[in-house]
T-cell receptor, first 113, second 110 residues
């Protein structure tokens, strides 16, 4: 099992450009999450999907959109990137919405110039 | 969500036990205490969780105060690989979100 995979690992964007961060899990998990982590801080939830076909806003959703493409994949889109979105982005998944353990991907380091 | 308070950093010697404290004075009866850790340049990983009783697993032990207003993560023999940021998180019984604080940076000296 690869667990939770994320692509790309690194990305540099110019202000105003758009991009999509990809996340996939092979554990047959129902729930998936997107977090961002700014330097020296803990993770903050952007969006989550409790099950296929549903998505909900987290703590910091502004400037982002998500798509739960199927049970395996959950993408995060930045329509018009801003320097304030420079961060490390982590995807996570759990078996169900009340499961005990979240499994995290390795992260995508995004820099917006 | 109830908040947790952890020391910013702690230091330990290799092969010695480490006790990482966490205060959560506003914890509610349905809040589970979770611990995750984040090694450098990696995503967080689950360590342990509990509700009222002390818990043990292959990675660590979790000691929960009788009034549940504090808890302690215990690493029985710290290794250099245990150097990481440790997060103490409260999660509601039917809550699916983890709210991360700044955590405790654990440094392990050889």
């Amino acid at each position: 099992n690869a667990g939770v995979t994320q692509t790309p690992k690194f990305q540099v964007l110019k202000t105003g450009q758009s991009m999509t961060l990809q996340c996939a899990q092979d554990m047959n998990h129902n729930s998936m999450y997107w977090y961002r982590q700014d330097p020296g801080m803990g993770l903050r939830l952007i969006y989550y999907s409790a099950s296929e076909g549903t998505t909900d806003k987290g703590e910091v959703p502004n400037g982002y959109n998500v798509s739960r493409l199927n049970k395996r994949e959950f993408s995060l889109r930045l329509e018009s990137a801003a320097p304030s979105q420079t961060s490390v982005y982590f995807c996570a998944s759990t078996l169900g919405p009340v499961s005990d353990t979240q499994y995290f991907g390795p992260g995508t380091r995004l820099t917006v110039l | 969500d109830a908040k947790t308070t952890q020391p910013n950093s702690m230091e330990s010697n290799e092969e010695e036990p480490v006790h990482l404290p966490c205060n959560h004075s506003t914890i509610s009866g349905t809040d589970y205490i979770h611990w995750y850790r984040q090694l450098p340049s990696q995503g967080p990983e689950y360590v342990i969780h509990g509700l009222t009783s002390n818990v043990n697993n292959r990675m660590a032990s979790l000691a929960i105060a009788e009034d549940r207003k504090s808890s302690t993560l215990i690493l029985h023999r710290a290794t250099l690989r245990d150097a990481a940021v440790y997060y103490c998180i409260l999660r509601r019984e039917y809550g699916n979100k983890l709210v991360f604080g700044a955590g405790t940076i654990l440094r392990v000296k050889s």
